[in-house]
């Protein structure tokens, strides 16, 4: 094999993300020069059949049904948590005791307070932490970031972001279980506020800094669903929809909007940034691109431009083909590993770390409270 120093993988889920992280540990050392290489030595989840055939599939080793078992083994050097939110804080603290490595999916919690036991739980272990907050390493989103870090845009006046999705229209879906815990709020937390705004905060923060305040309605348009654990009709505690106004520390204004009842849209993730010199949109189903207009251009020809973010100088381009062919979403989970592995080569944290989650966590929460007062909150500072 490599020179590559191995890392033992424990992945608890088998779901959606686990086949997305399980894909980029698999492919990340044939395109990424980094100092070590992930090994898929275990998968746990709650149905040993369902664990056996998906270790078969993606090459684990070995398969756990119970999380703590995983936690417990020697040979386990990191933990990847991809699991529905209500298991995240219990997992990594336990992971985080017993020295392991966390990788953990998204939103960092069900709230602020099981959010900073999870910060004080691997910041006192002192191990590596990262959160799955993929968007980050699209290259376009990058590149935004970069481009705004570099003052291209000047003072920044405005940043709008949307998520809207269209799956949950229909009444007679269920609640609950395997599939839809998302509308389940003892699964879940919140509705679209942390399953999808949190990732519009996540990028905001990381493109515009902090948010000190913010103003938000929510709307649960189903009120009572079949639970599919319980087979009774209950009240909906999730927000369908949830749309929200808030001042930056920058000086900046933010309107972010998402839903789960835009009919037509299934995942049109959305941002826009103006500054006083120039400005740049991204789409989430135009990844590749970002669209960038800069006032300093010759007015004859100044408009708005479509960068093709491919060219070997672009964020992560290099590593992958030649310019003009674009990558899709998958990469962006590779690029987390590419940047969690070699940020172990030196000792460095992989952003979002446990605690810079835990400031998006902190402006979710503040946009829940906002919504349930009718008034503006301030966002309590990480
Ligand atoms: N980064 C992203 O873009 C992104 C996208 C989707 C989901 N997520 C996050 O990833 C996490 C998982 O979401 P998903 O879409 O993969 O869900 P999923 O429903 O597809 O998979 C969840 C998995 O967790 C398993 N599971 C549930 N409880 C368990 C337990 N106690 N022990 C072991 N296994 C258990 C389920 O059996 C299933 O395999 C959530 O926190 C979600 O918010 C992030």
Avoid at 46 to 61: D, H, L, P, T, V
Avoid at 122 to 145: C, D, F, I, M, S
Avoid at 211 to 220: D, K, R
Avoid at 319 to 331: D, F
Wanted: glycine share 8%; with cysteine.
């Amino acid at each position: 094999m490599s020179g590559k120093k191995p890392i033992n993988i424990g992945i608890v889920g088998y779901g959606f993300m686990g086949r997305t992280h399980s894909n980029a540990y698999k492919r990340v050392c044939d395109f990424f020069d980094v100092p070590y290489r992930p090994v898929l030595k275990a998968v746990c989840g709650r149905s040993e059949a369902q664990a056996k055939e998906f270790a078969e599939r993606w090459g684990y080793e070995s398969v756990e049904t119970d999380w703590r078992a995983l936690v417990a083994r020697k040979d386990i050097d990191a933990i990847d948590i991809c699991t529905p939110n209500n298991t995240h804080a219990e997992i990594a603290i336990a992971a985080a005791a017993a020295g392991k490595m966390i990788l953990c999916e998204k939103p960092l919690a069900m709230n602020m307070v099981e959010g900073q036991a999870m910060v004080d739980a691997v910041e006192k272990a002192g191990v590596p932490n990262t959160v799955w907050y993929n968007y980050r390493r699209v290259p376009a989103v990058t590149l935004a970031q970069n481009l705004i870090a570099a003052g291209r845009l000047g003072k920044i006046y405005h940043y709008r972001a949307q998520f809207l999705q269209d799956w949950t229209i229909s009444t007679d879906l269920p609640q609950g279980g395997t599939g839809l815990w998302r509308l389940d709020a003892a699964a879940a937390g919140s509705g679209v506020t942390g399953d999808l705004l949190a990732h519009c905060i996540d990028t905001a923060l990381w493109l515009n800094g902090a948010i000190n305040s913010v103003s938000a309605m929510t709307e649960t348009f189903v009120k009572e669903r079949k639970h599919t654990l319980t087979g009774k009709v209950e009240p909906v505690k999730i927000d369908d929809a949830c749309a929200f106004l808030c001042r930056f520390e920058n000086g900046s204004l933010g309107l972010f909007e998402s839903t789960r009842y835009a009919r037509g849209h299934k995942a049109l993730y959305t941002f826009e940034v103006n500054g006083e010199k120039a400005s740049l949109r991204w789409d989430l189903h135009d990844l590749h691109r970002l669209q960038y207009f800069d006032h300093a251009d010759d007015s004859l020809v100044r408009g708005w431009k479509s960068i093709h973010v491919t060219d070997g100088d672009m964020p992560y381009m290099k590593s992958w083909w030649v310019p003009g062919l674009q990558i899709g979403y998958e990469h962006t989970f590779v690029h987390h590993v590419a940047d969690f592995l070699a940020n172990l080569g030196t000792g460095a944290q992989t952003s979002p770390t446990f605690r810079e989650a835990l400031a998006t966590q902190a402006v979710c929460d503040a946009v829940l409270d906002s919504a349930d007062a009718r008034k503006w909150e301030t966002v309590v500072p990480v």
